[in-house]
């Protein structure tokens, strides 16, 4: 079985700085595509970025310029760096994994962590 597990979120001020970390563990060949969403309260869960295998990456207008995601194929981990964080930051942070092939050949789509939360205040 595959698991995500996210570290890192916390408490920061305004115009701080996030590290968010993902490690995935299971039986795992390969992982398509790694991301990071994020649901405030009241929120529809939002995509907040995502990085491919081959490192392609694609980001919400929102965080442009700010955050950056990063991800080691061999250790199958993504990393979320948020710089100049905003209140509007605020909100439940989830790792996702998409395309996971497993020894053995089990295909499987969109697995989720259990989410950390990021507060930011001004």
């Known amino acids: 079985q595959v698991q995500l597990v996210e570290s890192g979120g916390g408490l920061v001020q305004a115009g701080g700085s996030l590290r968010l970390s993902c490690a995935a563990s299971?039986?795992?060949?390969?992982?398509?595509?790694m991301g990071w969403y994020r649901q405030a309260p009241g929120k529809q869960r939002e995509l907040v970025a995502t990085i491919t295998s081959s490192s392609s990456t694609n980001y919400a207008d929102s965080v442009k310029g700010r955050f950056t995601i990063s991800r080691d194929n061999a250790k199958n981990t993504v990393s979320l760096q948020m710089n100049s964080l905003k209140p509007e930051d605020t909100a439940v942070y989830y790792c996702?994994?998409?395309?996971?092939?497993?020894?053995?050949?089990?295909?499987?789509?969109?697995?989720w962590g259990q989410g950390t939360q990021v507060t930011v205040f001004s």
């Open positions: 299971g039986s795992i060949f390969s992982i398509s595509v």
């Open positions: 996702n994994a998409d395309g996971v092939l497993e020894y053995g050949g089990t295909y499987r789509r969109g697995i």
